[in-house]
């Protein structure tokens, strides 16, 4: 069973995956094909994915069986706008990272939501730039250590999730990779809707985060589900908020886009 339903959504001759051992990049993987098969989908025909650079942008491409863009670091959220005006009965998907999505790449996140931009983001934040050294990120926790924090970051993390919600997306969630079932499920939610929809996977870096906690990734998974709180709970100093930060039913770009067009067509 589990080698037909790696067959019908990835290249098999592929397998096992680069990612490095621990990392949470096949958990997210695993969450968005489940998520993906029990709505239905037999292939990913439907389907169109646009990653940019980094560890998590490698999980469509090469290994998901369809149709994808890996485009520029930080470009991967306009070059999958322009794909879903021109093509908008595909489902648009970008997969990428906290430092593609949340840091060289933000103005772009920030206006995909204010436009409510009909795609989905999945964004892997496993908190640091994992693939270029371990440096601090926009989402490194406060007081974290890090190649360029080696005494603690003292910044505080970006909240991602808020600031979509914010800037007006139709929905916004955060989960971690301990957290696989409300991950999948929001998913799915996800998919079934319009406009601009943004989930957070908070995942580990084994190379640069677990390792210099100096834990195994086991515990570090314990970590992030008994550290985690739900939206609205009492929130304390280094606790991880997930859950839903929007969930609503606005018109989408595309078709504000396409009702604008018609007019124009008379």
Not at 165 to 179: E, L, M, P
Not at 235 to 264: P, S, T
């Amino acid at each position: 069973m589990r080698d037909h339903f790696a067959a019908k959504y990835l290249r098999v001759e592929l397998l096992p995956t680069s990612f490095c051992p621990g990392c949470g990049n096949g958990i997210v993987m695993n969450a968005f094909l489940k998520a993906v098969e029990e709505l239905g989908y037999e292939d990913l025909k439907e389907f169109v994915f646009v990653s940019g650079i980094g560890c998590s942008s490698w999980i469509p491409n090469p290994y998901f069986k369809a149709d994808s863009i890996h485009t520029l670091h930080g470009r991967a959220i306009p070059v999958a706008l322009g794909l879903k005006l021109s093509r908008p009965e595909l489902n648009v998907v970008v997969i990428a990272g906290d430092g593609d999505i949340a840091s060289i790449g933000l103005e772009h996140l920030i206006h995909a939501a204010r436009r409510n931009a009909d795609l989905l983001v999945l964004m892997v934040n496993n908190m640091i730039y994992g693939m270029t050294g371990g440096q601090q990120a926009p989402t490194t926790p406060l007081g974290f250590e890090t190649s360029t924090t080696p005494y603690g970051n003292i910044e505080k993390p970006l909240d991602a999730c808020a600031l979509v919600a914010t800037a007006g997306a139709n929905y916004s969630a955060r989960w971690t990779v301990a957290h696989f079932h409300r991950l999948k499920e929001s998913i799915k939610k996800a998919m079934g809707k319009r406009g601009f929809r943004f989930i957070e996977a908070v995942s580990p870096c084994t190379s640069h985060v677990v390792r210099r906690l100096k834990i195994p990734v086991s515990t570090y998974i314990k970590q992030l589900r008994e550290g985690s709180v739900l939206v609205g709970a009492e929130e304390g100093m280094g606790k991880i908020v997930i859950g839903e930060y929007a969930d609503r039913d606005e018109e989408g770009f595309i078709e504000r886009m396409y009702k604008y067009i018609n007019r124009l067509r008379g």
